[in-house]
């Protein structure tokens, strides 16, 4: 009879597993030493104590992510949400504030109507802004920690063993994984966690081997860091995150993000290109909240990662797991939230359960199917609100609602928590979705319609 991480007793391995387990003295090996691989041996070595196993974790991971600049970047906004750091902190694990460049408060929405600011709705500054690396390219001595770094000290402290190279090869021989390196030979593992991100050439590598498996679905990104300096930034921008909903095609999402001396610009949606990132960032909404001798093309730092919107439909194998990117995500938000579900129940499955393809199929394939049904309701969410964004009637109907709402008590103010929730990841889409369904949220929603049309009837 094994522990499970909370002490309490599990099935009989007899009974829950089929034979794949993994026993003592055998070797896991972490493909990726992102969010998704931290959390992973983070939580696996420490589950793996509480059952009085004795394994060995190996994480590959090339970057440095003291560095600075694309090369030791994740490449991603940079938002924790408040969800996430209130997991983390049932975990033990506190985000220190070298890590936290600047604690969020509020959103401001920007529109052609006019622009409102939302309040946390607990008045909590839970929100965090971080650097996945020290900072951009041309940051010149690093005062923040990253926070893909402090998750791999901790995940070295617990026991996990970091292998700097990136791996070249992998295969499965016998039934059994392996990998290699530049510099080191073929390795095989009693179980390999891939956690690397959708750009990584392994996803088409596992393609090839296991029939069963495909890469998940990606759409474009698009991030730059501009350099402002902390005071500029605290008079501009302050603890708010600004998020955009325009009428650009092909825009789903867009948001300007204040951290530490830096503000980062991240776009998303399925055409993203040059013509649209300028037409973004020389929109009105955006040139009101910048400094006014900001220059759109001065930046310090830009990449145009992809990220996954579809995830695998079946992210493992016999001794295979996918994990954080890998496997599935939220779509658009709370990547690394969806990292932290996903590690955390595929490390629990091997630990408790066993490392067979079965075993994955039975125990961790529910959450991911859970996150995907949760995403197909996301679309239906952005859907909504691209529509939205298509009518000017209901963007100022909508503008109106949140503005009114700022006075009234947390939650009562029933789209400032919708638009609160859709933009920072911390509730799923489907809460999200049921909100706008309540009676209170509907009449108020049609009280003001009707008077963006006498508005718009009246001024034209």
Known sequence: MRKSSTGHDWVHTEEASTGVELRDGDHVAVIGGGPAGTFFSYFFLDMAERAGLEVSVDIYESRDFSGVGPAACNMCGGIISESLVQHLATEGIILPSTVVQRGIDSYVLHMDVGSVRLETPLHEMRIGAVHRASGPRDLEKPTWESFDGFLLSLACKRGARLVRERVTGFDIRDGVPGIQTKSSEYKEYNLIVIATGVNSRILERCRELLSDYNPPRTTGTYICEYRLGAGVITESLGNSMHVFLQKIPGLEFAAIIPKGDYASVCLLGDRIDADMVQSFLNSPEVRGCMPNDWRPDDRSCRCSPLINIGGSPRPFGDRIVFIGDAGVSRLYKDGIGAAYRTAKAAASTAVFQGVSARDFERHYLPLCRELKKDNGI???????????????????????MIEGEQGMAGKSRRMSMVMWDLFSGSAPYR???LRTFHPAFLVRLFWHTIHSIMYTSKHG
Request: charged residues 25%; positive net charge; aromatic residues 16%.
């Open 431 to 433: 809460e999200i979705l």
């Open 378 to 400: 996301g679309k239906l969410v952005f859907t909504f609100t691209k529509r939205i964004k298509g009518i000017g009637i209901f963007r100022r109907a909508i503008y109106h």
